[in-house]
């Protein structure tokens, strides 16, 4: 198999004789087959988006299908070489080619010439031209990460504006994140940059500041593995596969830490993968996530969360803190959670932080609720900030200056009501607080991103001043940022060429 994609009733596989099989998750059975690519080309190239899957071969295609019917719906052309990965965002499709291009269609341009002939498009843009195969493409928001394998860098580029239309191309933003060896894949997550390099290494990036974090090794355990292929991040894991191996290594995205030692062999029985015993080698790992769990059968997170998974574990606990799958069982779901949560998995030390402070499924204790809290927010849980923010509000050990810290961090990760805490504490600039008055909320993307900078800058300033820190991390990346837009409006003074949108990270006050 040379692509897997997974979606809440099917597994959706591609294989190097260019068919797509797709299976029902619930019984295993094939639901049906389809001949994607002629002359037994590969399908590299898998992406589900709506009801439609989009494939990628090496017959230079990019092709949509209907997921009910199996019926091709579009074909998009202007290729020179085989399809290596697909994007796509909205009416958006990106596709990455083996020559490095790396081009832009758009589903609304596509059309038939007549009543008999097929739905095609050509390319509205090129995006960027990478020296060698781009082998992972990753949209975040308005940004695309890829790799740039042999530049020996991943590659972000901004070229969605806050409206969603497409950003034209001398305004478009490029940031570089130099690796010093060949990048097979790049991944986003948790406001970091993740690049998967040749010498067996995941570097770890701040994505704003571009500041290297971490080197973490990702060799695997056994021999013949030849190099690192593919990449998935989750929440605190990192999964790598291997060339030449049935090897899936599992590590740690803090410490860096092996986290099974033995590692997924041959590609059975894995608990977070797909799991497709197809007689050939691992060449995708398929990282189920934590909201397609909760509807999973229970029986597969059990075996899951027994053997350690700590996505298993937080949605086995979910599923029984709520009763979305049955009756309730607190004790339980706090037990889980604290499992998970001695892992490091944030959302996890969240809620058993909560469970703690209420006093459910466990006694009642707010010191080891703000105990938890401390560990969730200090790797950016939004709900976990608040959580903390209003601990700190109150009682012997309050402390208003960081809560405001706390607090604008949440407003940042998109926590509904931090906004409005923010307000109640001051911590909004007084022209802020005017705008707020005068005309509410802003409406408009761009105003509540200038509105949550403005917020963030200030609160940052003060918690780098009460030697908060993180603040100064913070306070680093906001200026990197203010340079780069500084040499924009330059450019712009000096007539070469319009001022891009602003780079503040994607920090929204909410409604």
Same mark, same amino acid.
């Given at each position: 198999?040379?692509?897997? =994609?997974?979606?809440?009733?099917?597994?959706?596989?591609?294989?190097?004789?260019?068919?797509?099989?797709?299976?029902?998750?619930?019984?295993?059975?094939?639901?049906?087959?389809?001949?994607?690519?002629?002359?037994?080309?590969?399908?590299?190239?898998?992406?589900?988006?709506?009801?439609?899957? #989009?494939?990628?071969?090496?017959?230079?295609?990019?092709?949509?299908?209907?997921?009910?019917?199996?019926?091709?719906?579009?074909?998009?052309?202007?290729?020179?070489?085989?399809?290596?990965?697909?994007?796509?965002?909205?009416?958006?499709?990106?596709?990455?080619?083996?020559?490095?291009?790396?081009?832009?269609?758009?589903?609304?341009? +596509?059309?038939? $010439?007549? =009543?008999?002939?097929?739905?095609?498009?050509?390319?509205?843009?090129?995006?960027?031209?990478?020296?060698?195969?781009?082998?992972?493409?990753?949209?975040?928001?308005?940004?695309?990460?890829?790799?740039?394998?042999?530049?020996?860098?991943?590659?972000?580029?901004?070229?969605?504006?806050?409206?969603?239309?497409?950003? *034209?191309?001398?305004?478009?933003?490029?940031?570089?994140?130099?690796?010093?060896?060949?990048?097979?894949?790049?991944?986003?997550?948790?406001?970091?940059?993740? $690049?998967?390099?040749?010498?067996?290494?995941?570097?770890?990036?701040?994505?704003?500041?571009?500041?290297?974090?971490?080197?973490?090794?990702?060799?695997?355990?056994?021999?013949?593995?030849?190099?690192?292929?593919?990449? %998935?991040?989750?929440?605190?894991?990192?999964?790598?596969?291997?060339?030449?191996?049935?090897?899936?290594?599992?590590?740690?995205?803090?410490?860096?830490?092996?986290?099974? =030692? %033995?590692?997924?062999?041959?590609?059975?029985?894995?608990?977070?993968?797909?799991?497709?015993?197809?007689?050939?080698?691992?060449?995708?790992?398929?990282?189920?996530?934590?909201?397609?769990?909760?509807?999973?059968?229970?029986?597969?997170?059990?075996?899951?969360?027994?053997?350690?998974?700590?996505?298993?574990?937080?949605?086995?606990?979910?599923?029984?803190?709520?009763?979305?799958?049955?009756?309730?069982?607190?004790?339980?779901?706090?037990?889980?959670?604290?499992?998970?949560?001695?892992?490091?998995? $944030? +959302?996890?030390?969240?809620?058993?932080? +909560?469970?703690?402070?209420?006093?459910?499924?466990?006694?009642?204790?707010?010191?080891?609720?703000?105990?938890?809290?401390?560990?969730?927010?200090?790797?950016?849980?939004?709900?976990?900030?608040?959580?903390?923010?209003?601990?700190?509000?109150?009682?012997?050990?309050?402390?208003?200056?960081?809560?405001?810290?706390?607090?604008?961090?949440?407003?940042?990760?998109?926590?509904?009501?931090?906004?409005?805490?923010?307000?109640?504490?001051?911590?909004?600039?007084?022209?802020? %607080?005017?705008? #707020?008055?005068?005309?509410?909320?802003?409406?408009?993307?761009?105003?509540?991103?200038?509105?949550?900078?403005?917020?963030?800058?200030?609160?940052?300033?003060?918690?780098?001043?009460?030697? =908060?820190?993180?603040?100064?991390?913070?306070?680093?990346?906001?200026?990197?940022?203010?340079?780069?837009?500084?040499?924009?409006?330059?450019?712009?003074?000096?007539?070469?060429?319009? *001022?891009?949108?602003?780079?503040?990270?994607?920090?929204?006050?909410?409604?």
């Amino acid at each position: 198999m040379q692509c897997v =994609e997974v979606t809440q009733d099917l597994i959706v596989a591609g294989d190097s004789s260019g068919l797509m099989r797709m299976w029902s998750r619930e019984s295993g059975e094939v639901v049906r087959d389809i001949q994607v690519a002629k002359e037994h080309k590969y399908v590299k190239a898998l992406v589900i988006s709506g009801d439609s899957v #989009f494939t990628g071969d090496y017959c230079n295609l990019v092709q949509q299908w209907s997921l009910s019917t199996g019926q091709r719906e579009a074909v998009f052309t202007g290729n020179k070489a085989g399809i290596v990965s697909l994007a796509v965002s909205g009416d958006y499709i990106i596709s990455g080619g083996g020559d490095g291009a790396v081009l832009l269609f758009d589903r609304r341009t +596509a059309k038939a $010439a007549d =009543e008999s002939s097929e739905v095609t498009a050509e390319p509205v843009a090129l995006l960027y031209k990478a020296s060698g195969f781009v082998c992972s493409l990753a949209i975040t928001d308005d940004r695309l990460l890829l790799p740039d394998r042999d530049q020996d860098k991943a590659v972000s580029i901004r070229f969605l504006t806050h409206t969603g239309e497409l950003v *034209p191309e001398n305004i478009r933003d490029k940031r570089s994140y130099k690796c010093g060896m060949q990048v097979w894949q790049a991944v986003a997550a948790a406001g970091c940059v993740y $690049a998967l390099c040749r010498d067996f290494t995941v570097k770890k990036f701040a994505a704003g500041s571009r500041q290297l974090l971490q080197t973490i090794n990702v060799k695997a355990v056994a021999q013949e593995a030849k190099n690192p292929y593919t990449l %998935k991040v989750s929440q605190d894991r990192i999964y790598v596969s291997y060339i030449s191996s049935g090897e899936i290594g599992v590590f740690s995205t803090e410490g860096g830490r092996r986290q099974m =030692e %033995k590692a997924f062999k041959g590609h059975q029985g894995a608990p977070e993968t797909a799991q497709l015993r197809s007689g050939q080698k691992v060449f995708q790992v398929v990282c189920i996530s934590v909201s397609s769990y909760t509807s999973m059968d229970i029986s597969l997170l059990e075996r899951a969360a027994a053997v350690g998974s700590t996505e298993a574990q937080y949605a086995l606990g979910a599923a029984l803190l709520t009763g979305s799958d049955g009756e309730k069982d607190l004790p339980r779901a706090a037990s889980l959670f604290r499992a998970a949560a001695l892992q490091g998995q $944030a +959302a996890a030390q969240c809620n058993l932080g +909560a469970m703690c402070a209420q006093g459910l499924g466990v006694p009642q204790d707010t010191a080891e609720a703000k105990i938890w809290y401390e560990k969730s927010a200090a790797q950016g849980n939004p709900d976990a900030q608040f959580n903390l923010a209003m601990v700190l509000l109150t009682g012997p050990a309050a402390d208003l200056s960081r809560a405001r810290c706390l607090a604008s961090e949440a407003a940042a990760g998109g926590h509904p009501k931090a906004g409005a805490l923010l307000e109640k504490l001051g911590a909004l600039p007084e022209e802020v %607080k005017d705008s #707020f008055k005068t005309q509410g909320t802003p409406a408009d993307p761009t105003a509540k991103r200038l509105t949550a900078a403005l917020l963030e800058t200030r609160t940052l300033l003060q918690g780098l001043a009460l030697g =908060e820190p993180r603040a100064e991390a913070f306070v680093q990346d906001l200026l990197c940022q203010l340079e780069e837009l500084q040499d924009d409006l330059q450019r712009f003074k000096d007539g070469q060429e319009q *001022p891009a949108k602003s780079r503040f990270r994607d920090a929204e006050i909410v409604d």
